[in-house]
């Protein structure tokens, strides 16, 4: 009997346990949606040996690749006019295809040439994943690749389109998924039950072209997502969508804001930081505003204390979180669509023209301390998790990890 | 580089999802034909705004596991269901077809055959049916497409111009410019796609010969035009000016400015059929114009009205609006946007509003839309009345005024 006991324990502890024993980067930016993450150990001296693996993709993205447990997932688009839309989960230890999902697209897929239809990031809760893509096609597969559900939001409300293509990513926040569909003819927002994807809600937002992300915010035990938008950022409960509060000083519409806590880093005449823990409906307050950092298309990075912002020209300031106060500067090689990320005292980030960079931050200043060049055009942004760098190319999902 | 990279093994995705695998894995006992119908209907009954997706995962999860007895069914599924359920029917089909492969099984080609050759079927479901059979038998399956050159699905029509290009190409580079246009001529009369059709249109200009891309493309050439109303802080597009309330081609009405205006005659030779509101009326700003014609047809029919514009604009085809947006200057291309119709025998008509916003930048300018009525496999439907394309006026050389 003991021994049986013993048993069940063990595969209890077998079910239950993450197979990699890594923490996962379950959407756009990383789970709290800010670049950073705790306990990731990534490659510092990269270099081609780098290269762990590499897999081919028959189409374009600038989606992230996101990691759920063993699970590497990755989207693009291929064929004429990108009408092919494709899902691919990858084996993160080995490289090799669990599973693809493809699917015709239902909504426009016209795009601006640089960006492309797999331009918002897929998202997970652990359980499921959610991909999105500019031609608004919605889908909810299981980690085994199960289809579960899919939502076609051009056909459900017709002209929430942009004719230079749709980018922001869904995130997980509560139990909804977020979307954030901004456009100059029909804008919405609106949080879907995970399970079935139908609206639990759906607001309206401002009628402007917007390609920003929404943002989850711990405040206290509450979670807030903000919805960033030229206007400002609003605060919603996800349950719900109802607003808690409201910046109206205006803000970017395609670098996204940063959350730490209940403070908000917001792309907004140059970078403002608000606190917004309260949930009396106040608006937030204002921490500081400094007009000298001014994201171009990377969104800001949170490393403790220290807020990153790399600007149109490719230079990236480190700044005091606290006070705004400029700490450091260094000028990168750019240009750069995806945003920086990070781990430890490390920062990864790769230009358009796929060259990753590394950048020791934790010193009182800031030193590229490695280079991969990938040869390939880079758009996205680059996932952490466990050992390694995964980010995508315009042919390729690639990671980096030790040799 | 460490020695494992599946790129070696990518081939394409399609032999990716076969070799390495597909997430699943089937069940002991296949679904019954009672359980594959009832899975069907499932998924028949989705709808707008997630309206059955309760229902359907299961039901895609019944499909997926079932044997090849249910290819037949699902193929015949595609056959007047939704655009998203065609895709829950795709997903479901390819998980079906790799499990079979991957377990060594041959793929039952005649049936699949049965559905890619019956005309009548899904454009795309045939297109899937073709990919499977390519995937089983690609050398009969590239011996299918040159058949394919009129197929009513783009989807397979579009490899067939492919080819027909290639081999034009290969004869234009031997100096054989005869066979060559013939050719490309052949391929114009298939071509669909826009990207095919300007490619071949260029080849066959290069070689001399003279192309009517507006009637091949359907693009209406012929409009009585009326501007400007107002269009001040883009309140136009809401706003209900007289040719709304009336289509009377004698009427006078006030323009924005007050000044009396009237509806006059725009002929189009923009090879891609371009009803530019700059050429009559100048580059203005803050302003709406209307565009109207008529067009007579044999047999009334469904058919797409299909639009490229970067304005806001409003489209009526017989008095009955059709669609609205209200977008500016984010970007245009032909068949932007594809809108269901039905044709009248008889005379029929159509009115759009053009609306120009305030913008100044030099990507601003444009007043303009391309707009064409044809069926679904984007083969234009001329009207009976149709008019001859007319000719591109010389460029005059202007004297400058000194």
Same mark, same amino acid.
């Given at each position: ?25 379950? *959407?756009? @930016? ?53 009408? *092919? %839309? ?68 051009? %056909?459900?409300?017709? =002209? ?32 879907? =039950? ?15 072209? =917007? ?114 106060? @400029?700490?450091?500067?260094? @000028? ?13 005292? =490390? ?5 358009? *023209? ?37 980010? @995508? ?11 | ?74 193929? !015949? ?56 059979? $390519? ?44 066979? $060559? ?57 809401? $706003? ?50 209307? $565009?109207?014609? /008529?067009? /007579? ?70 007043? !303009? ?14 009207? #009976? ?8 006026? #010389? ?8």
């Amino acid at each position: 009997m003991k021994t049986l006991f013993a048993l069940s324990s063990l595969l209890t502890i077998l079910l239950t346990s993450s197979p990699s024993a890594q923490a996962d980067w379950l *959407q756009f @930016r990383g789970p709290n949606g800010n670049g950073y993450i705790d306990g990731a150990n990534p490659p510092t001296a990269l270099s081609q040996d780098s290269i762990a693996w590499s897999a081919e993709l028959p189409g374009r993205g600038l989606a992230s690749p996101i990691i759920v447990g063993d699970n590497v997932i990755v989207t693009c688009a291929s064929g004429p006019e990108q009408r *092919q %839309l494709h899902i691919y989960s990858f084996d993160q230890k080995t490289g090799v295809l669990r599973w693809h999902r493809q699917f015709w697209a239902t909504g426009r897929t016209m795009t601006q040439s640089k960006t492309c239809v797999a331009a918002p990031s897929p998202a997970s809760d652990g359980k499921h994943v959610y991909a999105l893509f500019s031609s608004n096609d919605l889908y909810c597969f299981s980690l085994d690749g199960d289809l579960l559900w899919m939502r076609s939001l051009t %056909l459900d409300y017709p =002209n929430a389109s942009n004719s230079l293509g749709l980018a922001s990513s869904p995130i997980v926040a509560g139990e909804r998924l977020i979307v954030q569909i901004e456009n100059d003819s029909d804008s919405f927002a609106a949080g879907l =039950n995970l399970e079935s994807g139908v609206n639990e809600w759906k607001i309206a937002r401002p009628k402007a072209a =917007n390609w920003t992300s929404p943002v989850a915010l711990k405040a206290g035990n509450q979670v807030i997502v903000a919805l960033q938008s030229s206007k400002g950022v609003l605060g919603v409960l996800p349950a719900t969508g109802s607003e808690i509060w409201n910046f109206t000083k205006g803000a970017a519409t395609i670098p996204s804001g940063a959350a730490a806590g209940d403070q908000l880093y917001i792309p907004s005449n140059g970078l403002t930081a608000i606190q917004t823990s309260k949930l009396t409906g106040e608006d937030p307050k204002k921490l500081w505003n400094e007009g000298q950092q001014r994201p171009g298309t990377a969104s800001p990075l949170i490393v403790g204390d220290k807020i990153f912002v790399i600007n149109g020209a490719g230079v990236l300031t480190c700044a005091n979180r606290n006070s705004g106060e @400029r700490l450091w500067r260094l @000028r990168l090689k750019g240009p750069f669509s995806g945003s920086p990320v990070s781990s430890g005292n =490390n920062l990864f980030i790769f230009n358009e *023209q796929g060259l990753g960079q590394c950048v020791e931050i934790g010193a009182s200043e800031g030193k590229v301390i490695s280079e991969i060049d990938l040869k390939e055009t880079v758009l996205g942004t680059a996932a952490l998790s466990g050992q390694a760098i995964y980010v @995508r190319s315009d042919g390729h999902l690639w990671k980096l990890a030790n040799p | 580089m460490k020695s494992f990279q599946p790129t070696l093994f990518f081939v394409s995705s399609w032999l990716a999802l076969l070799l390495l695998g597909n997430g699943t894995t089937p069940h002991a006992g296949a679904a019954t034909s009672t359980e594959i119908q009832k899975s069907i209907n499932a998924i028949n009954a989705t709808g707008l705004e997630g309206k059955g997706n309760t229902q359907a995962g299961p039901a895609w999860k019944t499909l997926s596991k079932a044997d090849t007895s249910a290819i037949s069914p699902i193929l !015949q599924a595609m056959n007047g269901a939704s655009p998203m359920a065609r895709n829950w029917f795709r997903s479901a089909l390819e998980v079906i077809v790799s499990q079979e492969i991957k377990s060594g099984k041959p793929l039952p080609i005649n049936i699949i055959g049965d559905f890619l050759l019956n005309t009548n079927n899904s454009p795309q479901g045939r297109r899937l049916a073709y990919d499977l059979i $390519a995937l089983s038998d690609p050398d009969t399956a590239a011996k299918l497409i040159p058949g394919m050159l009129n197929d009513p699905s783009p989807q397979l029509r579009r490899d067939a111009v492919q080819g027909l290009i290639k081999e034009a190409t290969d004869l234009q580079s031997a100096k054989k410019d005869a066979a $060559a246009s013939l050719l490309y001529r052949q391929a114009l009369n298939s071509a669909r796609d826009t990207d095919q059709i300007k490619k071949i249109a260029g080849q066959l200009k290069q070689l001399g010969n003279e192309v009517d891309l507006p009637r091949h493309f359907g693009f209406f050439t012929h409009w009585k035009v009326i501007a400007p109303f107002d269009n001040t802080n883009r309140e136009g597009f809401d $706003a209900v000016f007289a040719p709304e309330k009336e289509i009377n081609l004698q009427a006078k009405y006030p323009s924005k400015e007050g000044k009396e205006i009237g509806w006059q005659d725009l002929a189009l030779s923009d090879e891609y059929g371009m009803l530019d509101l700059n050429q009559p009326f100048g580059p203005l700003k803050e302003v709406t114009g209307y $565009a109207y014609t /008529e067009m /007579e047809f044999d047999t009334a029919r469904p058919a797409e009205l299909r639009i490229g514009c970067k304005n806001a604009w409003k489209i009526w085809f017989n008095g009955q609006l059709i669609f609205a947006r209200d977008e500016y200057h984010r970007g245009m291309k032909i068949d932007q946007y594809s809108l269901p119709i039905q044709l009248k025998k008889g005379k029929n008509s159509l009115l759009i509003k053009l609306c120009q916003n305030e913008q100044t930048q030099s990507w601003t300018v444009e007043w !303009q839309a391309q707009i064409r009525i044809c069926d679904a496999s984007g083969t234009a439907i001329l009207a #009976k009345d149709r008019q001859p394309t007319p000719k591109a006026k #010389k460029a005059t050389r202007r004297k400058l005024k000194k």
